[in-house]
């Protein structure tokens, strides 16, 4: 069983950043890729960044060079550093998890976290 945990979601003002925590519990295999999406009111869950076990990222368009992902393999967490925040950023943010039901084989299954809510005010 895994388990995802975010914070860091709140309230800020245009401009500003925040910066989401994700930790991750449970069966954790070493080769996974961890991820970012977020779902504004009446749209469709889209993908903001993701970023493997080895660090690499990849980042939606419209958060290319103000937000960036890190992660802490040691302690299986994931961070989403968000910097000059825009009010079409404002959504509920979901850690995700990728990884194969086996260490090293088995499909890829995703776990979601329970999201947590950035508002970016104007």
């Known amino acids: 069983q895994v388990q995802l945990v975010e914070s860091g979601g709140g309230v800020v003002q245009a401009g500003g950043s925040l910066r989401l925590s994700c930790a991750a519990s449970g069966s954790i295999f070493s080769i996974n890729v961890m991820g970012w999406y977020r779902q504004a009111p009446g749209k469709q869950r889209e993908l903001v960044a993701t970023?493997?076990?080895?660090?690499?990222?990849n980042y939606a368009d419209s958060v290319n060079g103000r937000f960036t992902s890190s992660r802490d393999n040691a302690k299986n967490t994931v961070y989403l550093q968000m910097n000059s925040l825009k009010p079409e950023d404002t959504a509920v943010y979901y850690c995700n998890l990728h990884q194969r039901t086996r260490p090293l084989g088995g499909t890829w299954n995703d776990y979601w976290g329970q999201g947590t809510q950035v508002t970016v005010s104007s």
């Open positions: 970023i493997t076990s080895g660090g690499s990222t």
